[in-house]
């Protein structure tokens, strides 16, 4: 007896601690990208435009380095890059038992430098996420969406950055800022 | 080898919701208005005229020699040096005068007019261009005469308007007519006031050392990447000094001048000041625009007395600036000459410009990189720099160093400084093996920028520049290194000691210098965990047997 | 019949067990700064190290001035005598339960074995780690010290050798501490200050 209590403890402990240090490889994935932070930014965009047809829009820009610069500090750049699909929003949000998850809106990729000098995407695991809580069919396609975002032509030239919003941004959204 | 993992990793509804919460404080800083600048009168620099104004105990816009409707840029001298008598001969002797320098150490023929480099790569031929950043007014060709005393530009240096400006193709002039410009923008430039320009004479600013240097290599960050028109009213976070709501140095409180003669040179830098504090009336000769001259040799105290240790191998920049071109201005890292010449589809010469609006490519010049934020590359310096220069021959299957720092860890007189390392792609003299002077701006037949065709505006520039030329073209890598001084970030934004102190870290690659923590002797330390893993296992062993023997003798 | 001894007085056990929690702080610590993980960071890990082996010092100002004035010292005068017969013990004695060849006295409380060992910590083991960490500490000096001529990755070098031995005598020590007449007699008497030792 003592012992599967002691085992079912250790399990839990084990788990626990895999599951602290795994958390953020779950939940947030980091990729490298070939482009320096603007470029990667601006094709993102332009692939986010690309995916028309599943209702994305790009809703904003920001750029929270800037905020932390104007308060006296120095940080590497970071530009947020914010796009919604109504497709997907519109029932997350229809839903009473989901609509707390308008906090995930708009659906933002992070494009950062590190002291490397190398410029990195950081995602949410939209996947795994739905499945957490329970929008799993409706955050797949998310995912999948997602992976287009980050796969460049290199063949292309390098897009403009967009830094507003055209036309308004998708879902109740009007200005750049409002997102989904 | 024990690696462990340790990351404030946070579990994923607390990230989220955290994200959430933290958001309102980011929220509209993409659109955040522009800070208002100083309060009170205000010019385009961001200096407050009134207050230099009232500190000054002459108000030019009183003398009767300034009141008079000026036709040009020399004339104004000959007014101011009907007073200030021997200003323009102080300046005759400067480099910024004769863009012409000998190194006393290395007794290498320098200066901006001698030197060739990897960004517009050289001056003879393009004087009307590249005067436009000299001190002088009328440098169009080899016969400008140096002695002239109405020649020498008060006004570029002095002005406090921020309406004087000296335009590229003009040798050094400002607009006296009204002009186009930028060339085919459909926007025009009013006449030079002269006369308001030169009633509000003043003190050197931020802004005027800057219309130059803010400048270098043809356009705002382009060339230093430490220096950039961000610097004109930078906030704190960009340079500690020139703060424009604090501390709000101007470039002569350290570049100090005598005789208008300015401290500090890039042809010979101070890359080790360990001789303490500049007091003033001392009588040293010495560059007072080191940090060391103002912060002495033992500059860090109390918690941070560690550091001080460190400034026997590392030069302050090296901690202080954590990156470059900080101010979200982007700095170019490299130029490819040798894709020049592609046209449009209609034929027309053409701009593309990249995902933050540079041009990445012109028809005239060639392939760019930008980059902003740069983490610097560092190298071992002792303040020797020496070039390679018109007659220098190079080995073109390498990478030929434009300028290479001198500098090692055991010469006991070098520091470890960041810099900016700007790599080209150039053209060069295939026969010869030399460096070449090209025609780009002046000359209508020629010119590269008119004409397109490299090998014409090669033979010209060198027959310009009395140089051997073989007659055939060719394109080099080349590598030019810029020591990183300006844009010193506040303390608590310094480079962290486990940003060196890692593996792989900020100095790896460094030679000659032991930093703990970048696992350097991973044969000892295999050796070591070893030994004491196979102790552990012995005693656990000897351990068990003594339990089991136990057990079973009851 | 066992009879009970005080062995280990009050500042003797006091110095034991925080130089024992310094040293381990130090081997946690100075790994970190060696760059063989990272818990606290670098930063962090460099002043703790610090902080740790300046308690230290003061610890072992206060251990020498003990050991000198209750002649204490004594009992790290190493001995050739019995080595052997503690050998044999450690290696066949132990498991069949056979009497321990050393007896524990208030004068003689280290056995040979123990007695060598020390010796290899204090001759050894100590010397290197202590003036390599001196002069690891005082980096900034050494011009002024007239060693211009040493080179930090050798000092570190020679820290990191002694480090790892005291990492080896830590394990060994450990272990050897459970190897009493019962597993916690030794690490009893290191608590109370009093062995129980057979007659």
Same mark, same amino acid.
């Given at each position: 007896?003592?012992?599967?209590?002691?085992?079912?403890?250790?399990?839990?402990?084990?788990?626990?601690?895999?599951?602290?240090?795994?958390?953020?490889?779950?939940?947030?994935?980091?990729?490298?990208?070939?482009?320096?932070?603007?470029?990667?930014?601006?094709?993102?965009?332009?692939?986010?435009?690309?995916?028309?047809?599943?209702?994305?829009?790009?809703?904003?820009?920001?750029?929270?380095?800037?905020?932390?610069?104007?308060?006296?500090?120095?940080?590497?750049?970071?530009?947020?890059?914010?796009?919604?699909?109504?497709?997907?929003?519109?029932?997350?949000?229809?839903?009473?038992?989901?609509?707390?998850?308008?906090?995930?809106?708009?659906?933002?990729?992070?494009?950062?430098?590190?002291?490397?000098?190398?410029?990195?995407?950081?995602?949410?695991?939209?996947?795994?996420?739905?499945?957490?809580?329970?929008?799993?069919?409706?955050?797949?396609?998310?995912?999948?969406?997602?992976?287009?975002?980050?796969?460049?032509?290199?063949?292309?030239?390098?897009?403009?950055?967009?830094?507003?919003?055209?036309?308004?941004?998708?879902?109740?959204?009007?200005?750049?800022?409002?997102?989904? | 080898?024990?690696?462990?993992?340790?990351?404030?990793?946070?579990?994923?509804?607390?990230?989220?919701?955290?994200?959430?919460?933290?958001?309102?404080?980011?929220?509209?800083?993409?659109?955040?208005?522009?800070?208002?600048?100083?309060?009170? &009168?205000?010019?385009?620099?961001?200096? &407050?005229?009134?207050?230099?104004?009232?500190?000054?105990?002459?108000?030019?816009?009183?003398?009767?020699?300034?009141?008079?409707?000026?036709?040009?840029?020399?004339?104004?001298?000959?007014?101011?040096?009907?007073?200030?008598?021997?200003?323009?001969?102080?300046?005759?002797?400067?480099?910024?005068?004769?863009?012409?320098?000998?190194?006393?150490?290395?007794?290498?023929?320098?200066?901006?007019?001698?030197?060739?480099?990897?960004?517009?790569?050289?001056?003879?031929?393009?004087?009307?261009?590249? !005067?436009?950043?000299?001190?002088?007014?009328?440098?169009?060709?080899?016969?400008?005469? %140096?002695?002239?005393?109405?020649?020498?530009?008060?006004?570029?240096?002095?002005?406090?308007?921020?309406?004087?400006?000296?335009?590229?193709?003009?040798?050094?002039?400002?607009?006296?007519?009204?002009?186009?410009?930028?060339?085919?923008?459909?926007?025009?430039?009013?006449?030079?006031?002269?006369?308001?320009?030169?009633?509000?004479?003043?003190?050197?600013?931020?802004?005027?050392?800057?219309?130059?240097?803010?400048?270098?290599?043809?356009?705002?960050?382009?060339?230093?990447?430490?220096?950039?028109?961000?610097?004109?009213?930078?906030?704190?976070?960009?340079?500690?000094?020139?703060?424009?709501?604090?501390?709000?140095?101007?470039?002569?409180?350290?570049?100090?001048?005598?005789?208008?003669?300015?401290?500090?040179?890039?042809?010979?830098?101070?890359?080790?000041?360990?001789?303490?504090?500049?007091?003033?009336?001392?009588?040293?000769?010495?560059?007072? &625009?080191?940090?060391?001259?103002?912060?002495?040799?033992?500059?860090?105290?109390?918690?941070?007395?560690?550091?001080?240790?460190?400034?026997?191998?590392?030069?302050?920049?090296?901690?202080?600036?954590?990156?470059?071109?900080?101010?979200?201005?982007?700095?170019?890292?490299?130029?490819?000459?040798?894709?020049?010449?592609?046209?449009?589809?209609?034929?027309?010469?053409?701009?593309?410009?990249?995902?933050?609006?540079?041009?990445?490519?012109?028809?005239?010049?060639?392939?760019?990189?930008?980059?902003?934020?740069?983490?610097?590359?560092?190298?071992?310096?002792?303040?020797?720099?020496?070039?390679?220069?018109?007659?220098?021959?190079?080995?073109?299957?390498?990478?030929?160093?434009?300028?290479?720092?001198?500098?090692?860890?055991?010469?006991?007189?070098?520091?470890?400084?960041?810099?900016?390392? %700007?790599?080209?792609?150039?053209?060069?003299?295939?026969?010869?093996?030399?460096?070449?002077? !090209?025609?780009?701006?002046?000359?209508?037949?020629?010119?590269?920028?008119?004409?397109?065709?490299?090998?014409?505006?090669?033979?010209?520039?060198?027959?310009?520049?009395?140089?051997?030329?073989?007659?055939?073209?060719?394109?080099?890598?080349?590598?030019?290194?810029?020591?990183?001084?300006?844009?010193?970030?506040?303390?608590?934004?310094?480079?962290?000691?486990?940003?060196?102190?890692?593996?792989?870290?900020?100095?790896?690659?460094?030679?000659?210098?032991?930093?703990?923590? !970048?696992?350097?002797?991973?044969?000892?330390?295999?050796?070591?965990?070893?030994?004491?893993?196979?102790?552990?296992?012995?005693?656990?062993?000897?351990?068990?047997?003594?339990?089991?023997?136990?057990?079973?003798?009851? | 019949?066992?009879?009970?001894?005080?062995?280990?007085?009050?500042?003797?056990?006091?110095?034991?067990?925080?130089?024992?929690?310094?040293?381990?702080?130090?081997?946690?610590?100075?790994?970190?700064?060696?760059?063989?993980?990272?818990? $606290?960071?670098?930063?962090?890990?460099?002043?703790?190290?610090?902080?740790?082996?300046?308690?230290?010092?003061?610890?072992?100002?206060?251990?020498? $001035?003990?050991? $000198?004035?209750?002649?204490?010292?004594?009992?790290?005068?190493?001995?050739?005598?019995?080595?052997?017969?503690?050998?044999?013990?450690?290696?066949?004695?132990?498991?069949?339960?056979?009497?321990?060849?050393?007896?524990?006295?208030?004068?003689?409380?280290?056995?040979?074995?123990?007695?060598?060992?020390?010796?290899?910590?204090?001759?050894?083991?100590?010397?290197?780690?202590?003036?390599?960490?001196?002069?690891?500490?005082?980096?900034?000096?050494?011009?002024?010290?007239?060693?211009?001529?040493?080179?930090?990755?050798?000092?570190?070098?020679?820290?990191?050798?002694?480090? $790892?031995?005291?990492?080896?005598?830590?394990?060994?020590?450990?272990?050897?501490?459970?190897?009493?007449?019962?597993?916690?007699?030794?690490?009893?008497?290191?608590?109370?200050?009093?062995?129980?030792?057979?007659?």
């Amino acid at each position: 007896m003592l012992k599967a209590v002691v085992g079912f403890i250790t399990g839990i402990v084990f788990i626990g601690i895999v599951g602290w240090n795994m958390a953020d490889v779950m939940m947030l994935r980091e990729v490298e990208s070939p482009y320096g932070v603007e470029e990667t930014a601006a094709r993102i965009q332009r692939n986010m435009q690309s995916l028309s047809a599943n209702g994305w829009t790009l809703s904003g820009l920001r750029n929270p380095a800037k905020a932390v610069a104007n308060s006296g500090m120095n940080v590497p750049p970071v530009l947020l890059v914010e796009g919604c699909s109504t497709k997907y929003s519109g029932p997350i949000l229809k839903n009473d038992a989901t609509r707390i998850l308008s906090i995930l809106m708009p659906c933002t990729i992070t494009v950062y430098k590190k002291d490397n000098g190398k410029t990195y995407i950081g995602l949410m695991n939209a996947g795994l996420m739905g499945k957490m809580f329970g929008v799993g069919d409706i955050m797949a396609q998310v995912a999948k969406d997602q992976e287009i975002f980050i796969t460049f032509d290199p063949k292309k030239p390098a897009p403009p950055l967009i830094k507003t919003s055209p036309g308004g941004g998708g879902g109740a959204g009007g200005k750049a800022s409002d997102g989904c | 080898m024990l690696k462990f993992k340790y990351k404030g990793s946070l579990l994923a509804l607390t990230f989220v919701l955290s994200i959430g919460m933290i958001w309102p404080v980011h929220a509209n800083d993409a659109k955040a208005p522009e800070k208002a600048v100083v309060s009170g &009168a205000v010019d385009v620099f961001g200096i &407050a005229v009134d207050e230099q104004k009232k500190k000054s105990t002459a108000d030019h816009s009183k003398f009767k020699e300034l009141q008079v409707d000026f036709k040009d840029g020399p004339a104004v001298t000959k007014a101011c040096i009907s007073c200030h008598t021997e200003a323009s001969k102080q300046l005759h002797k400067t480099k910024h005068w004769n863009w012409d320098y000998i190194n006393a150490d290395t007794k290498q023929h320098l200066g901006k007019k001698n030197v060739i480099n990897n960004f517009c790569t050289s001056v003879p031929s393009n004087y009307k261009f590249c !005067t436009a950043c000299h001190i002088g007014y009328g440098w169009e060709d080899e016969n400008f005469d %140096f002695t002239a005393e109405e020649k020498v530009d008060c006004l570029v240096c002095h002005d406090t308007t921020g309406n004087y400006k000296k335009l590229p193709g003009l040798a050094g002039h400002p607009n006296y007519k009204t002009m186009e410009w930028p060339p085919h923008s459909g926007k025009f430039r009013a006449p030079t006031d002269l006369k308001q320009v030169a009633q509000a004479v003043g003190k050197t600013s931020r802004a005027t050392c800057g219309a130059c240097h803010f400048r270098g290599g043809g356009g705002d960050a382009v060339k230093h990447g430490d220096l950039d028109s961000s610097l004109t009213t930078p906030d704190r976070y960009l340079d500690v000094h020139m703060d424009a709501k604090g501390l709000d140095f101007s470039c002569s409180k350290c570049h100090t001048s005598d005789s208008h003669e300015v401290a500090g040179s890039r042809y010979q830098p101070t890359a080790v000041d360990d001789k303490g504090t500049l007091i003033r009336g001392s009588k040293e000769e010495r560059n007072a &625009a080191t940090c060391v001259a103002c912060h002495g040799n033992v500059p860090h105290f109390g918690e941070f007395a560690k550091m001080n240790e460190h400034t026997d191998k590392i030069a302050c920049q090296t901690c202080h600036i954590p990156a470059y071109a900080r101010g979200n201005k982007q700095t170019k890292m490299s130029w490819d000459w040798s894709t020049l010449g592609k046209m449009d589809d209609q034929g027309h010469a053409m701009k593309i410009k990249g995902s933050d609006g540079s041009v990445i490519y012109d028809s005239k010049k060639g392939d760019f990189t930008f980059d902003h934020y740069v983490v610097p590359e560092y190298q071992w310096f002792n303040g020797e720099v020496e070039f390679t220069l018109a007659d220098t021959k190079i080995d073109p299957t390498k990478v030929v160093k434009i300028n290479s720092f001198k500098g090692s860890y055991d010469d006991g007189k070098s520091r470890i400084w960041p810099t900016k390392v %700007f790599r080209g792609k150039q053209m060069f003299d295939k026969g010869n093996n030399t460096l070449v002077v !090209t025609s780009l701006s002046d000359d209508p037949e020629t010119a590269l920028w008119k004409n397109f065709d490299i090998n014409k505006a090669v033979e010209y520039g060198m027959k310009y520049a009395g140089r051997d030329f073989s007659g055939e073209v060719g394109w080099v890598e080349t590598e030019m290194s810029w020591p990183i001084t300006h844009m010193v970030a506040p303390k608590e934004d310094v480079v962290e000691c486990h940003q060196c102190h890692t593996e792989n870290g900020r100095l790896a690659g460094i030679e000659g210098i032991y930093i703990p923590g !970048t696992n350097t002797t991973p044969l000892l330390d295999k050796l070591g965990f070893i030994v004491a893993f196979l102790t552990l296992i012995g005693v656990l062993i000897h351990g068990a047997i003594r339990y089991f023997m136990h057990k079973r003798g009851g | 019949m066992a009879e009970r001894i005080y062995i280990f007085k009050r500042f003797e056990r006091f110095w034991h067990w925080s130089q024992a929690l310094l040293i381990i702080f130090m081997m946690l610590t100075g790994f970190e700064v060696h760059g063989v993980y990272n818990i $606290f960071g670098f930063k962090a890990a460099t002043e703790l190290h610090t902080i740790a082996a300046w308690t230290l010092v003061s610890l072992w100002v206060f251990a020498i $001035f003990w050991h $000198f004035t209750t002649g204490e010292w004594k009992q790290y005068i190493p001995t050739l005598e019995k080595v052997d017969a503690m050998l044999k013990f450690y290696l066949t004695g132990i498991f069949t339960d056979a009497p321990h060849p050393f007896k524990q006295t208030t004068v003689s409380k280290h056995n040979p074995l123990q007695r060598l060992a020390y010796l290899f910590v204090l001759a050894i083991i100590n010397p290197l780690i202590w003036t390599t960490g001196w002069f690891y500490l005082f980096y900034g000096s050494w011009e002024n010290w007239g060693f211009g001529w040493l080179s930090l990755e050798w000092v570190a070098f020679f820290h990191v050798i002694a480090a $790892f031995m005291m990492l080896i005598f830590f394990i060994a020590h450990i272990y050897l501490a459970t190897a009493g007449h019962t597993v916690t007699a030794h690490i009893k008497a290191m608590i109370t200050g009093w062995e129980e030792v057979e007659d």
